[in-house]
């Protein structure tokens, strides 16, 4: 049996990004977590507001750790690792997403899908366009290069990427993945005496 809101929030967002947000009713889920549905409605007004809560939930996670990298790796002349990092989480999180839940969210829950196209921009624009502008001023990145239109072109679009192909996480590691769509990628805007001293892992 849960004992707090949070324990339905872990929950929820478990199941609603593995199966879909319309799999489970308030009932199911009442049941499941061994609470009231009466319980479930006075954490949660309507299921709209579980599944926004528990997306938001989720995602201050995964900005939570990205945070906490940043924090323990300051190196201010190594930027590109960063930008490394954040993409290996983006791939791990859609890993653990059922496309079927971005469908459902688009579908029957805007506000809630609008929050996730929200946090994408966020972390595209926020985190890593400046993470790559300062790699530029720091003779990494080509002179040349246009940043913001790298941003758009490929590393805002990781997303159609992964679900391109059905089962592309079983096919190829996580590590085979971020080396292909995002370090190769990279490696293209660099400068030679960069990737000469400091080849990207």
Same mark, same amino acid.
């Given at each position: 049996?849960v004992e ?7 929950y929820a ?9 319309k ?8 049941s499941n ?6 319980t479930? %409605?006075?954490?949660?007004g309507?299921?709209e ?6 997306l ?5 996670k ?6 906490? %990298?940043?924090l ?12 490394? %990092? ?5 791939l ?24 996730? !196209?929200q ?13 790559l ?8 990145v080509?002179?040349?290069?246009n940043?913001e239109?790298?941003?758009v072109?490929?590393? !805002? ?6 679900? !391109? ?18 370090i ?6 660099l400068?030679?005496? %960069? ?7």
């Amino acid at each position: 049996m849960v004992e707090d809101r949070k324990d339905i929030l872990v929950y929820a967002i478990e199941n609603f990004t593995k199966f879909g947000s319309k799999r489970f009713s308030m009932d199911e889920l009442a049941s499941n977590l061994g609470i009231s549905k009466k319980t479930l %409605y006075r954490y949660f007004g309507s299921k709209e507001v579980l599944v926004r809560e528990s997306l938001t939930y989720y995602f201050d996670k995964i900005l939570a750790d990205i945070n906490k %990298y940043i924090l323990e790796n300051p190196n201010e002349e190594q930027p590109l690792t960063t930008v490394i %990092y954040i993409y290996k989480q983006g791939l791990m999180t859609f890993q653990e997403i059922n496309p079927s839940f971005l469908h459902g969210l688009n579908k029957y829950y805007p506000k809630a899908y609008q929050q996730y !196209s929200q946090l994408k921009e966020d972390i595209v624009w926020n985190m890593v366009c400046p993470l790559l502008l300062k790699a530029q001023k720091l003779g990494q990145v080509r002179k040349n290069v246009n940043v913001e239109l790298v941003c758009v072109l490929f590393l !805002s679009r990781m997303e159609e990427i992964v679900y !391109s192909k059905p089962n592309l996480f079983d096919d190829y590691s996580i590590h085979e993945l971020l080396e292909h769509i995002i370090i190769n990628n990279l490696r293209g805007i660099l400068t030679l005496s %960069y990737l000469q001293k400091s080849p990207l892992q």
